[in-house]
């Protein structure tokens, strides 16, 4: 699993001690009892899978980031990126498993992992809309003609994408920058304006999207306008000696949500990944009514990738439940029960998984969400496990 070089949430793609505080539950409310049942692998060789959505049928559509490719590479602080049309929605459906859009912009490391492109989708009938993750403002000229829809969310029909933009969320950011650089960051490296839109959903009509390092949730009309929904705030960790220096030190420590989902209650859910150093247990999951000030639902959780309702109940996706900066950390999926009680459904056999969703009786999650279809060591797959 590699860390992030940019401090702020870099490569998101690489982007618990489990749930160690409080929740915003009735007192008494606790963590409940541990279950690991066997996952089955439901599609494999996939090449950085994301967000993943299933249908009323039980087909399985799968944001696949990519594995970048050769038609632009570039050094940055000493990491080679390459850039290609390799990224795609995949369908899966029973034991088919589909490449339904093709020729989606990537960029991922010259061996085709932790890679950028792709990041989520919905599907509406015969079109994919698909969000283009990276959209980090003055980027895309780095990344050669392959980048020109990275930070987008795009409509296409099946096939070798068509893409009719809808939106670009990093022209947003840089036009009205709704968290103001989110404070004054700590680990130099977090930009005044950046962005990197990471999930979607419908919602009202329109689109919820949240951008992972503008810190926001927003709202994209049905009459193609973006409404600023949330903004998230900072906060302070304390980190040890050795960490970011010689010296213990205070860190104001960004959001970068990652997630989010509707609620059985018809309020929206928001997932964080945090920013570096990645701490065990400052993970949060705001609770978002349009009009009001967004609220913590839940706390205690590490590093964040993705939520699903399982009927009333949160399911929370962690990427790295001992923290990003344990390279061996495995993932893990909570079962959040509304009266707070927490039971870890899986550890084993995840591995930087980076979706989830519920549908046909099963959960299903992107796993080994940042390894590409081929090469050394592991490859992308969907897992699942009863619901």
Same mark, same amino acid.
């Given at each position: ?110 061996? +085709? ?5 792709? =990041? %989520? *989708?919905? #599907? ?5 809309? /698909?969000?283009? @993750? ?107 000696? +050795? ?5 213990? =030190? %205070? *860190?104001? #420590? ?5 997630? /989010?989902?509707? @609620? ?118 969907? #897992?699942?496990?009863?619901?």
């Amino acid at each position: 699993m590699k860390i992030p070089t940019d401090l702020h949430v870099g490569l998101l793609a690489t982007v618990v001690a489990v749930a160690a505080t409080a929740t915003v539950a009735p007192a008494g409310a606790g963590r409940g009892a541990s279950s690991s049942p066997a996952l089955r692998v439901v599609a494999a060789n996939l090449d950085n899978p994301r967000k993943l959505v299933v249908d009323s049928k039980g087909t399985v559509y799968v944001a696949e980031a990519g594995a970048g490719g050769r038609d632009r590479c570039f050094t940055e602080s000493g990491s080679k990126t390459c850039v290609g049309l390799t990224g795609a929605v995949v369908a899966i459906a029973g034991s088919s498993q589909t490449k339904v859009v093709t020729g989606l912009p990537s960029a991922a490391s010259s061996d +085709g992992s932790d890679a950028e492109g792709p =990041a %989520s *989708l919905v #599907v509406r009938g015969n079109r994919y809309v /698909v969000l283009i @993750g990276d959209g980090r403002v003055g980027k895309t000229s780095r990344l050669g003609p392959d980048g020109a829809l990275t930070g987008d969310l795009v409509s296409t029909r099946p096939g070798k994408v068509e893409a009719q933009v809808l939106a670009n969320f990093g022209a947003f950011e840089a036009s009205h920058n709704p968290d103001h650089g989110a404070g004054p960051g700590t680990a130099a490296g977090d930009p005044a304006l950046d962005s990197n839109p990471y999930d979607v959903i419908s919602f009202r009509g329109g689109y919820a999207v949240v951008d992972a390092a503008a810190n926001d949730l927003l709202w994209l009309s049905p009459a193609g306008t973006i409404a600023v929904l949330a903004v998230f705030p900072t906060q302070v960790e304390h980190v040890a000696a +050795g960490v970011v220096g010689k010296r213990a =030190a %205070s *860190l104001t #420590v960004q959001s970068v949500p990652t997630s /989010v989902t509707v @609620g059985p209650d018809g309020a929206l859910y928001v997932g964080e990944l945090t920013g570096y150093p990645f701490a065990v247990g400052k993970a949060r999951i705001w609770r978002v009514v349009p009009g009001h000030k967004p609220e913590v639902y839940a706390s205690g959780f590490t590093n964040v990738s993705d939520l699903a309702f399982d009927g009333k109940d949160l399911l929370v996706l962690e990427i790295a439940s001992r923290g990003l900066r344990d390279a061996g950390s495995p993932g893990a999926l909570i079962r959040l029960r509304p009266d707070g009680t927490r039971t870890v459904v899986a550890t084993a056999g995840l591995v930087d998984p980076t979706g989830v969703a519920v549908g046909d009786g099963r959960i299903y999650i992107s796993d080994y969400g940042t390894s590409p279809a081929t090469g050394a060591g592991h490859h992308g797959e969907i #897992v699942s496990i009863p619901a």
